[in-house]
Structures are given as structure tokens and as C-alpha cells.
């Protein structure tokens, strides 16, 4: 059994993050934290401690936990002493990683969306729509879509740019504030290669060992709500490319994927407790 420590167990990631935990057959939660529910157990029996903190909290707790931390917030994703936690791209290193960073929720599902392609596309634009729960928030009563932080404003630039050597991307995240999870990311770019067909087994190619890729002729969120999946579809028109993903927010975009880290971290099958 592995001792695992979650400090912000009880936000819009620990809560989740926990559950999830609670089903894993090879993990003891010996430490919890979180201003609501205070201190229980304790640190030093914790082989690896999650952060699930909000942004700008996480470098004080680093500095008081001696194990491996897996960071679900943005703090360190574009530091380069942590290890970016996308396992379909990073998984050889992730495995010896003391400190892994968990990806943005946009980012997730935009990255996997494009890697197969990386370096041959260019002018690449991104819709990215989201339920309510990407801002912390619960899902409301009153109907409002909501586009925020529109062209580069969007703090996941950076790290999608950074992961696929991109520059310039234009972005329009937008939000659905009676939605509670679920992300699907519309990816708008130039492509002068592979016909559609071609293109399907590129990917298929690509992801043929990651067990939560999933290519798909549909898109819908209700396909991985409450999964760890990534579904992906492409439309081919001559020279324009569009691709689509699908994700859950939550999980593939936050606790789901820190778990597979840490699968991957500790040798365990990469699925153990994620659907």
C-alpha cells in the first residue's frame, strides 16, 4: 500500500480526487488537509502528497513536504524541476518524477487533440467550451453562455504553446453556467497532408498504447462524463483541418489524470480505479 497525503481534499479537485482514491486498491490516505476540515493524520507517513489547491498556494506547501507531489493546480506547469503530467506524452518521464505538475483542464483536451499533428499544422484557432465546474463554481439555475478571456488572455496558452511548440495561437474559452462538467475544444487549423482516412490512422497510430484516447466518428460530453477518456473526431476540407475532443473537466482535466499519474509513477496498471 502506498501512504498518500491530499491537501485541499475537500475543494472542486480534492473532493473527487478522494473518491477516486478511496476505490484504489494499492493506496492508504494517511493525511488529509484543507482550511475547512483542518489537519488529519500524519504527513511524514506519505510516500506522495497531492496539491489540490487554488492558484498560488502550492510553493509553501511544497517546501514542508520532504516525498513526490503530484500538483493538480498551475503553479508549476511551466516550471521546468517539475515534470508535465500529460502521460500520452511524458509517461517515460513521469515514472521516475519527484515532482509532477497536472495539466490544465483546456489544455488537456487541446494538446491531445493536436500532438499527432505536431509540426505540421499552422494558424491554428481553438473554441473551447466548458461547464461551470472549470471555474470552481456549481452548475446555476439561470441560463447564461458566457465567453471570457478571449484571443491570448487565457493563462493554458502558455503551457499548450510551450508542450507543442507552438507561437501565436488565438483562443476563445466559453463557458455554460448551467452545465455542471464536460469540455469539448473545436481546433481550427491548416493541413495540407494525410486524407481524412489517412489522417484516422495517424492518430490511431499515435495513441494505439494510451488506454483513455478514443477516436470517434461523434462528439458528445455524456460519452466521458465521470471517465478518464479523451474522445477525439477529425473533419477534413481540402486544406482546412478541424478537430474535436472531448473530455470531463474534472476528471481527465484534473483528479482522473493526477491519478493516472500516479499510477504510472508507482508501476500500477495505468486504469487501476478510472473508468
Not at 487533440?113 to 505536431?118: I, N, R, V
Not at 471570457?148 to 501565436?168: D, M, S, V, W
Not at 478514443?214 to 462528439?219: A, C, D, Q, V
Request: net charge negative; proline share 3%; with cysteine.
Amino acid at each position: 500500500m502506498v501512504g498518500v497525503g491530499v491537501i485541499g481534499h475537500t475543494g472542486r479537485l480534492g473532493k473527487p480526487l478522494v473518491e477516486i482514491l478511496n476505490k484504489h486498491p494499492n493506496v492508504e490516505i494517511a493525511y488529509t488537509e484543507s482550511r475547512k476540515e483542518g489537519i488529519k493524520g500524519n504527513l511524514e507517513d506519505c510516500e506522495l502528497v497531492f496539491l489540490a489547491l487554488p492558484e498560488g498556494e502550492s510553493e509553501d506547501n511544497v517546501k514542508k513536504i520532504g516525498s513526490r507531489i503530484i500538483d493538480l493546480s498551475i503553479d508549476h506547469r511551466n516550471n521546468n524541476d517539475w515534470v508535465y503530467g500529460l502521460p500520452e506524452l511524458n509517461k517515460d518521464i513521469i515514472k521516475n518524477a519527484r515532482y509532477v505538475s497536472n495539466p490544465g483542464c483546456y489544455a488537456t483536451s487541446i494538446i491531445l487533440g493536436l500532438a499527432p499533428l505536431c509540426g505540421l499544422v499552422s494558424n491554428i484557432h481553438i473554441s473551447s467550451t466548458s461547464g461551470i465546474s472549470g471555474a470552481g463554481k456549481e452548475a446555476q439555475k439561470e441560463d447564461n453562455f458566457l465567453i471570457y478571456k478571449e484571443g491570448r488572455e487565457h493563462k493554458h496558452i502558455a503551457e499548450i504553446e510551450k508542450t507543442l511548440n507552438l507561437e501565436k495561437i488565438l483562443f476563445v474559452p466559453q463557458r455554460i453556467d448551467t452545465a455542471d462538467k464536460g469540455i469539448i475544444s473545436t481546433i481550427f487549423t491548416k493541413y495540407d497532408g494525410y486524407d481524412e482516412e489517412a489522417l484516422c490512422y495517424l492518430y490511431e497510430g499515435f495513441y494505439k498504447s494510451e488506454p483513455f484516447i478514443r477516436m470517434k466518428t461523434s462528439i458528445e460530453t455524456k460519452n466521458v462524463l465521470g471517465t478518464n477518456y479523451c474522445d477525439i473526431k477529425l473533419i477534413r476540407f481540402e486544406d482546412n483541418l478541424i478537430i474535436i475532443s472531448a473530455i470531463d473537466n474534472i476528471i481527465k482535466g484534473g483528479a482522473g489524470q493526477a491519478i493516472q499519474n500516479f499510477n504510472i509513477m508507482y508501476g500500477f496498471y495505468e486504469k487501476t480505479a478510472l473508468l
